[in-house]
């Protein structure tokens, strides 16, 4: 069936030249991640080479600002993943008095300025004299990352059916074991999808980190700080491992789903 | 006993969370608009003075740097619009069993980070670089052509950069545009060019709203696209913001930096909210 106004076939040389832009930037890093470079600066191509990948972890700093990014984006999943679903549960099951206002609250974090919200940040932890680092660095990700896991949950949990839990009741289910049981299971898509979210926010952060970091460095801060005086190719290969990992879950998640709804 | 139960349950789902919010997104904001108004530098402290010096300081030393930032982010926005509605309306109505492949594609820049992908752009734009350098010794390009330092990367980078948002929630607007109603226009005799504009076009605004919200604030408080593809003369309020917290540390100026920025923004924000209903903007947002 032909949907739509027009023919489309402009349209579509047209898309797929903008979806080319989109990916030139990253074929690029990938290219470069292969370049067999013998000086400080990866600009030009010298010839293909696996060695990077051999020595990957040879920049103890780098390696160790990458453990740091994982760590953090970790722990912010987690946390930011279990309080932002349990606000994306209360807003999609009960209406109460102040859901206005904490709806007004996380719609003020999701759409602020970045910088806003690293300064305004760093600005508190001066204040009291919070020494910065790490747990800063943590605070600010769960921080910025629970309104998106709570919006994400709540749009799941507001497509569901609340009968299925007074079954459960009426069954003789406690509210524990209806939480367990048939609860959790039925919004855990969506907060498998807003911990992922929450995740990938976390490991690509740059803006807010920057400000509250101190003295520890994550992968996007290493990065930065040697701009100026070239980027090692090492950067290019965990940029394409990373890439690559988020290619293969996102795809695994596009086959999953197909395969649900074709079942 | 049970109702009593079940009135508290939704605080106990959400006070854990709101606690996080309200301690380090709603109370910081007061401490910085707070910080805006004292006086004093980091060695002695600072008091609170009511010292609206700062403000003043601020917007006159740097109105350049603020107007340029607006600029900047209106034209990166626009430049938004006009490359990533077709591509929105293409998957939307062409994209056919294949539409979530090719919103995957146009999402791939996000698996890269977004420092990254800035440099890798500062790398493919430089002056005797891959795109340059042939074109130059070709003779298509004068020697001392560039395009790095000049405001052109910069809003290059920040349209390169935040398309995908810009791209995302026009689709979802066009995606829930029913066929019939381009059918009943059509029926109705209006040519092609008639149904779109006055079927398929508004149907599509709270899609290209919500698309310039989140990305006119990202682009035009960004520091890392004028830093990194910039040159002096391309400083945004973002970089003067960041080198007066963390390089001078004159907190008050550059919280009342801060704080004039979120309100110019803020402002935006809210009248766009206010004509679209916060949900249906988060509802968006969360796509």
Not at chain 1, 187 to 206: E, K, T, Y
Not at chain 1, 227 to 251: C, E, H, K, S, Y
Not at chain 2, 31 to 58: E, I, K, P, R
Not at chain 2, 243 to 270: C, H, K, R
Request: charged share 10%; glycine share 8%; aromatic share 12%.
């Amino acid at each position: 069936m032909n949907r739509g106004l027009f023919r489309g076939r402009g349209l579509q040389i047209y898309t797929w030249l903008v979806i080319a832009w989109l990916v030139v930037p990253i074929a690029v890093m990938i290219l470069f991640g292969f370049n067999d470079t013998k000086g400080r600066f990866n600009t030009v191509w010298q010839g293909f080479t696996f060695k990077w990948y051999g020595r990957l972890f040879e920049i103890d700093a780098l390696t160790q600002a990458l453990i740091n990014s994982l760590v953090i984006a970790v722990l912010t999943m987690v946390i930011a993943g279990a309080l932002g679903s349990l606000i994306g549960l209360a807003l999609g099951r009960y209406r109460f008095r102040g859901s206005g206002s904490l709806n007004l609250v996380m719609f003020a974090a999701i759409s602020c300025a970045e910088i806003v919200m690293g300064a305004s940040l760093l600005s508190f932890f001066v204040t009291l004299a919070v020494p910065l680092g790490f747990w800063t660095i943590v605070i600010s990700h769960v921080m910025f990352s629970i309104s998106f896991v709570a919006v994400t949950v709540r749009a799941r949990v507001m497509t569901l059916d609340s009968s299925l839990e007074e079954a459960a009741r009426d069954l003789g289910a406690g509210p524990w074991a209806t939480f367990r049981l048939v609860t959790l299971p039925m919004i855990f898509p969506g907060v498998l999808a807003g911990s992922m979210l929450a995740f990938a926010l976390s490991i690509d952060d740059f803006v807010i980190t920057n400000f509250n970091a101190g003295g520890t460095v994550t992968f996007p801060l290493w990065i930065w700080g040697v701009t100026r005086v070239g980027i090692p190719p090492q950067v290019n290969v965990m940029g394409t491992i990373i890439f690559v990992v988020g290619l293969l879950i996102a795809v695994s998640n596009i086959v999953v789903s197909r395969r649900r709804r074709n079942a | 006993m049970r109702t009593l139960r079940a009135r508290l349950t939704p605080y106990a789902l959400v006070l854990p969370g709101g606690l996080w919010l309200a301690i380090f997104f709603v109370i910081p904001t007061l401490v910085m608009l707070s910080l805006s108004l004292q006086s004093g530098n980091v060695v002695d402290g600072f008091a609170f003075t009511w010292n609206w010096h700062s403000y003043v300081d601020g917007i006159t030393t740097y109105h350049n740097q603020i107007v340029r930032s607006l600029l900047y982010g209106l034209s990166a926005t626009i430049i938004q619009i006009v490359i990533g509605f077709p591509v929105a309306y293409w998957i939307a109505f062409k994209g056919g069993s294949r539409k979530s492949v090719y919103l995957f594609l146009v999402l791939l820049p996000f698996l890269v980070s977004f420092v990254l992908r800035t440099i890798s752009w500062q790398f493919l734009l430089s002056d005797n670089g891959i795109l340059l350098g042939p074109l130059k010794s070709l003779g298509v390009l004068p020697q001392d052509f560039h395009i790095l330092a000049t405001p052109y990367a910069v809003i290059g980078g920040l349209s390169y950069n935040f398309l995908p948002f810009m791209i995302l929630p026009m689709y979802v607007a066009l995606e829930r545009i029913d066929p019939r109603l381009l059918e009943a226009a059509q029926d109705l005799y209006a040519s092609k060019v008639q149904t779109f504009l006055r079927v398929v076009l508004p149907l599509s605004l709270p899609g290209v709203f919500a698309g310039v919200l989140m990305t006119f604030v990202p682009a035009s408080s960004d520091y890392v696209n004028s830093s990194v593809l910039g040159g002096t003369n391309t400083t945004m309020i973002g970089n003067v913001i960041q080198n007066q917290f963390l390089v001078n540390q004159d907190y008050p100026v550059a919280s009342a930096l801060s704080f004039t920025l979120m309100a110019l923004l803020l402002v935006g924000i809210f009248v766009y909210a206010r004509a679209l209903g916060t949900e249906d903007v988060l509802e968006v947002a969360a796509r």
